[in-house]
């Protein structure tokens, strides 16, 4: 039998487009990569979402394109570096750029799979523009609900501006219900009303970013407010978050778990390829005093950092009978996902700069990818990636470091290795000016 693997690998592999799969593509907001039970965590409980891990193959070493909400969704939508849109897209939109948004120039997964036949639609977190025409209608999704800016009262629906922020299409729909109940029940009618033609659901959660809210937390915002320096929600014990982090982590755990026991009573689980990931690390802590929030778990540092803990995430690819189940440690980036989901899909992706490699040897295979560097950029926060090697400039300072030897970036060993540091440190400028000239493409608001 063992003989016979590779054979079935391989037929799997060449079969994999003669019905094209539906794609299921679900991001959790602000997870760590110690959030999930599958990752190690001895304080959430997620069933489901270690259930989808254990179906299909869980990356050790995948890593978001920023550690940061708009960076990587950019990154992950388009398969480029955010970078190549501009600085703006360093870091996360702000109240101030409501005329701006991703580049229509600029396509997408859901553009992608739209000219291939697919229905597309988003239900979540857009945060790549705060209006129209900024927002997913225009960037190839069918449907959208949900809300525009980084951050929403998951039970009022409001923004840290005191503004409505609950979309149907272009149009503010307000409604009522818990955001990740909302969601998940859209995501249901949606796969229910196209369950005979394949589908794009993107599913980009507020969980488990702030206001912390459980369901049965109370609503903290209300229209008109203003709540840039009172937007964690209502925290009776600042010094311990993690109750309310862990009932959001409940709801979405749920929702996932819902998603796929509809796939498996519609029979679409079979021909449908599931993702599921974050869009950057966990906050540790926050000021001015809130502790113990999210866990990133051997990784240094959170949320806005350059270090692991900032950009290592969980990330698990499903698709039962398809994907052998396993474990890996091959190293993967936001930027893979669009063409994987088009080499899977048959999408054509002729005339497209892509930043990404297609990844569906590895997962049909077990191929071992081609050898690349990754890189980063908040600000004059800066790393790039090399085999086991990282590099980080923070402002001034460089540190190197060996990550299969030192996962936890506890020894700076750029002193010991400056030819290495150098070769990094170019590779690193190279790739800036790469990217600082395709912005310049852009049309600037």
């Known amino acids: 039998m063992r003989s016979l693997l590779p054979l079935l690998l391989m037929l799997w592999s060449a079969t994999v487009v003669a019905t094209p799969p539906n794609i299921v593509l679900i991001v959790a907001d602000d997870l760590g990569y110690g959030d999930l039970g599958c990752y190690g965590s001895k304080i959430h409980a997620t069933p489901n979402i270690d259930a989808l891990a254990a179906s299909g193959l869980r990356f050790t070493d995948f890593h978001s394109a920023g550690p940061m909400c708009t960076p990587t969704r950019a990154a992950m939508l388009t398969g480029q570096y955010q970078q190549r849109f501009g600085r703006e897209f360093d870091s996360a939109l702000g109240e101030a750029q409501h005329d701006m948004g991703l580049p229509h120039e600029a396509m997408t997964i859901a553009e992608v799979l739209k000219s291939a036949g697919y229905a597309t639609a988003c239900f979540g977190k857009w945060h790549l523009g705060y209006q129209p025409p900024w927002l997913p209608p225009d960037q190839g999704f069918d449907e959208f609900r949900g809300l525009a800016s980084g951050d929403g009262d998951y039970h009022t629906h409001i923004d840290r501006s005191g503004s409505e922020d609950w979309w149907h299409g272009n149009q503010i729909e307000m409604t009522s219900g818990y955001t990740t109940e909302l969601l998940t029940r859209y995501s249901l ?3 229910d009303k196209n369950r005979e033609r394949p589908f794009f659901l993107y ?4 969980a488990i970013h702030f206001p912390w809210q459980g369901p049965d937390d109370p609503a ?4 008109g407010g203003h709540y840039a320096k009172d937007k964690w929600g209502i925290i009776p014990n600042p010094g311990n978050v993690s109750p309310h982090v862990t009932a959001m982590i409940a709801a979405l755990d749920e929702s996932v778990g819902r998603i796929i026991a509809a796939l498996k009573e519609r029979r679409l689980d079979r021909n449908t390829l599931v993702i599921f990931t974050s869009d950057n690390g966990g906050y540790l802590t926050y000021a001015p005093n809130f502790r113990n ?3 990133n778990g051997p990784l240094r540092d959170q949320k806005g950092s350059v270090y692991e803990g900032g950009h290592r995430v969980p ?3 499903s698709w039962p009978e398809r994907i052998q189940p396993g474990v890996t440690d091959t190293i993967m980036h936001s930027t893979d996902l669009l063409p994987t989901i088009a080499r899977l899909t048959s999408a054509s992706t002729n005339g497209l700069q ?4 297609d990844v569906s040897p590895l997962l049909f295979q077990r191929s ?3 050898e690349r560097m990754l890189f980063w950029r908040l600000g004059d926060k800066r ?6 090697w990282k590099l980080c400039m923070i402002g001034k300072r460089t540190e190197l470091y060996q990550l299969d030897q030192d996962i936890g970036e506890t020894h700076n060993v750029a002193a010991e290795n400056p030819e290495r540091v150098e070769q990094l440190r170019k590779a690193w400028n190279e790739w800036d000016a790469d990217v600082n000239r395709s912005a310049e493409q852009f049309t600037k608001p």
């Not at 903290?220 to 229209?223: D, E, G, I």
């Not at 790393?383 to 086991?388: E, F, I, K, Q, T």
């Open 220 to 223: 903290h915002r209300q229209k």
């Open 189 to 191: 009618d949606f796969i």
């Open 354 to 357: 892509l930043d990404g490699v």
């Open 315 to 317: 990330m698990m690819i």
């Open 293 to 295: 929030i999210s866990s």
């Open 383 to 388: 790393a790039v990636r090399s085999g086991p």
């Open 368 to 370: 071992t990818l081609p």
């Open 203 to 206: 599913l980009p959660h507020l």
